[in-house]
């Protein structure tokens, strides 16, 4: 501000010295020091008038903006008149937005901390239960259970076990990773859904043995071509169908609908199972979210299946919708696009 006084002060007395001239050239024949007094002082406070008003108001309405900016971590100019800029309506409107933008970078930036924390606590937690189970049967055989043939076994198996969990959930950790910053490309190509749909029974087939569940087929063709990533897409439906058979209730039955449209074809995984709660929909295709964890965590699995399966196909210009009814089934669909000629494709 000692700057801009200065300023004031040395405009206010050009204009002064300016006037006195003009009154001395025009032919006053004297100009007394009360009169140049009173110009001085009258330039002085008209050009203080307009630089408070127009200027220093808006310079310490900015200054206080960006100090409460600074500190806050949220910060809305609209909520008072305070801080608007009377000055200049187009500041304003550039102060506003400058302010909406942070605003939103700032929760931003909150929603990715917060999402960090809550990754590094599930990737922990996650790792530690496969970890120590294998250690605590590893250190019980060094302790001398070794000695006992069937004790050796049985400890391996389940350490071997949890071993297999552990290198799945790093598996599905880089897979996840690699997708999210496209360091895995999508090979499209065209192959028969159909016939996809029947090798993912025949590996699933001992699984639904195991719980006498049904797996059915429905299409209205023996062959639907798709151009889609071959090796994704067959990721995706045995991903959906072993959770369709996981969480079925006994002697249910899985359904994998195929639905002929102008343009696409329609993949419908249908169940019989336990269905989802409408609390939980909106948050089931997050990394580690479980409906039930102790549940869950007993019937196996990364917690990552299903982020997995929204990330590819959102690679494939697809969404994954489900639907479901508590206690009576859930449903998962999506689109891949079909060809209608494939003679014409090669």
Not at 38 to 59: E, H
Not at 181 to 203: A, K, N, S, W
Request: with cysteine; hydrophobic share 40%; glycine share 6%.
């Amino acid at each position: 501000m000692k700057d801009f006084r200065l300023v004031i002060l040395g405009t206010s007395g050009f204009i002064t010295l300016t006037t006195s001239l003009l009154l001395y050239f025009s032919g006053t024949d004297e100009i007394s020091t009360l009169s140049v007094a009173i110009i001085f002082f009258v330039s002085l406070g008209s050009i203080w008038v307009v630089f408070k008003y127009f200027v220093a108001n808006d310079m310490d309405n900015i200054r206080y903006t960006v100090k409460q900016m600074s500190r806050k971590s949220s910060f809305n100019l609209s909520k008072t008149r305070k801080y608007y800029f009377k000055g200049n309506k187009q500041l304003d409107r550039t102060i506003q937005d400058i302010s909406g933008s942070m605003n939103e970078k700032i929760q931003e930036y909150k929603r990715m901390a917060d999402f960090r924390k809550d990754f590094i606590a599930n990737v922990s937690h996650e790792l530690k239960t496969p970890i120590f189970s294998a250690q605590g049967f590893v250190h019980t055989l060094l302790d001398g259970a070794v000695k006992d043939k069937q004790v050796r076994t049985r400890f391996l198996k389940k350490a071997a076990k949890s071993l297999d969990g552990l290198d799945m959930l790093v598996q599905d950790l880089l897979t996840l990773s690699q997708i999210e910053i496209g360091e895995i490309r999508m090979h499209f190509e065209y192959f028969d859904i159909h016939r996809m749909c029947l090798d993912v029974f025949d590996q699933l087939e001992s699984n639904a043995e195991k719980k006498n569940v049904k797996l059915e087929l429905i299409s209205p063709k023996r062959q639907l071509i798709v151009y889609a990533d071959f090796k994704r897409i067959h990721q995706v439906i045995s991903n959906l169908i072993q959770n369709a058979i996981k969480y079925n209730n006994d002697d249910g039955w899985v359904q994998v609908r195929l639905e002929e449209e102008s343009s696409n074809v329609l993949i419908r995984i249908v169940d019989s199972g336990e269905g989802i709660g409408e609390d939980h929909l909106s948050r089931i295709f997050e990394r580690f979210y479980r409906i039930e964890k102790s549940r869950n965590r007993a019937k196996g699995g990364t917690g990552l299946g299903l982020s997995i399966v929204k990330h590819v196909l959102e690679g494939h210009n697809s969404n994954v919708l489900v639907e479901s009814i508590l206690n009576e089934g859930t449903s998962f669909s999506f689109r891949l696009p079909k060809v209608k000629d494939l003679k014409s494709k090669g």
